[in-house]
Nanobody, 130 residues
């Protein structure tokens, strides 16, 4: 059973920044999708950004609404998915989730879609105060 370990959430004032990290307990055969999602109270879960990895090749996608303030990357060891958030506003308050899926479907899969992810982290709360 793959476990996803998220860290880095917390409380910050508007205009501040946060860095979230997500690491999987295993990565199988190095073919996978990982993504960051968030869900605010009363709202649907939305995709922030994701990465598609096929052994040594990877591709990062970021939701249009998140570009400019949110950046997805992998740590040097390629084992940690990073979400850097800047210029945060109270509207960014939500529970942020990391997800992973190891059923490779090709580069064409929309990794920003929550459906199909088999593994989810417990979520980390981000609270932005005005």
């Amino acid at each position: 059973q793959v476990q996803l370990m998220e860290s880095g959430g917390g409380a910050v004032r508007a205009g501040g920044s946060l860095r979230l990290s997500c690491k999987a307990s295993e990565y199988g055969n190095e073919k996978y999708y990982m993504g960051w999602f968030r869900q605010a109270p009363g709202k649907e879960r939305e995709g922030i950004g994701c990465i598609k990895v096929l052994t040594t090749t990877s591709f990062i996608a970021t939701a249009d609404s998140m570009k400019g303030r949110f950046t997805i990357s992998q740590d040097d060891d390629k084992k940690t998915l990073i979400l850097r958030m800047t210029s945060l506003s109270p509207e960014d308050t939500a529970v942020y989730y990391c997800a992973a899926d190891f059923s490779w479907e090709g580069w064409g899969r929309d990794c920003l879609a929550a459906e199909g992810y088999g593994y989810w982290g417990q979520g980390t709360q981000v609270t932005v105060s005005s």
